[in-house]
C-alpha cells in the first residue's frame, strides 16, 4: 500500500489549507483501515489531526476539530484534509497514514508554509 499527499505548498493566513491523500495498493473502503493525517510543524512533535474510518466516520483531535474536515472520495481511492482560518503556526509537514490492524502505511509528507 502506497501513501501520496499532494496540495499547495504555500497557503495565505485567513485561508483554507487543502491536501489529498491518493491511496494505492487496497481501497480506503477495505473493512477496519483507519485512514489518518498528522502534522509536524518545525522542531516540534508529530501532532494527529483527525481520522477517517473505512466506514466513513471521521474523529477529529478536539484542539483541531472546530478547524478541520475530513472527507474521502471512494471513486478516487482519495481522502481529504480541509484546515480552514490558517496562521503561520499551521506551517508543518503534513502526512497521511493508513494503519489496519498490525500494519501501517505513511506518505512521504509535504510541507505547508502558511505565510502572506
Avoid: H
Amino acid at each position: 500500500v502506497q501513501l501520496q499527499e499532494s496540495g499547495p505548498g504555500l497557503v495565505k493566513p485567513s485561508q483554507t489549507l487543502s491536501l489529498t491523500c491518493t491511496v494505492s495498493g487496497d481501497s480506503i473502503t477495505t473493512n477496519y483501515y483507519d485512514w489518518i493525517w498528522i502534522r509536524q510543524p518545525p522542531g516540534k512533535g508529530l501532532e494527529w489531526m483527525g481520522t477517517i474510518a473505512y466506514s466513513g466516520r471521521t474523529y477529529y483531535s478536539p484542539s483541531l476539530k472546530s478547524r478541520t474536515s475530513i472527507s474521502r472520495d471512494t471513486s478516487k481511492n482519495q481522502f481529504t484534509l480541509q484546515l480552514s482560518s490558517v496562521t503561520p503556526e499551521d506551517t508543518a509537514v503534513y502526512y497521511c497514514r493508513g494503519i489496519n490492524g498490525d500494519m501501517e502505511y505513511w506518505g512521504k509528507g509535504t510541507l505547508v508554509t502558511v505565510s502572506s
